[in-house]
């Protein structure tokens, strides 16, 4: 079970962080990402982190490079994004998503590499 939190109304500008707490599956051993879906616009993938032989892993979608940043606290098994310099594009319900256990090449924001999704947190900046 993956819970989102943390989402909420903001300024343009303002930071957010969510969190992604997980139920069931060990989130160190397991590929995992942030999506988000915007009303009449498709599920778009945010960050990713994947365990890879020797480290991890981390990608982003090209909208929010260098201004989000994707971690987790593996003891807490929770995920977490912190989001800055916020504007109105980034108004979305935001998702967690797990994917399968293992070691893999690279982290993905493909939707297709995820399994286990949360219900989402709405993100709103005006």
Request: net charge positive.
């Amino acid at each position: 079970q993956l819970v989102e939190s943390g989402g909420g109304s903001v300024q343009t500008g303002g930071s957010l962080r969510l969190s992604c707490a997980a139920s069931g599956l060990v989130i160190r051993w397991s590929i995992m990402g942030w999506f988000r879906q915007a009303p009449g616009k498709e599920r778009e993938g945010v960050a990713s982190i994947a365990p890879v032989r020797g480290g991890w892993s981390v990608s982003y979608g090209d909208s929010v490079k260098g201004r989000f940043t994707i971690s987790q606290d593996n003891a807490k098994n929770t995920l977490y994004l912190q989001m800055n310099s916020l504007n109105t594009e980034d108004t979305a319900m935001y998702y967690c998503a797990a994917g399968p256990a293992g070691t893999w090449d690279r982290a993905s924001i493909l939707p297709t590499s995820y399994t286990y999704w949360g219900q989402g947190t709405q993100v709103t900046v005006s």
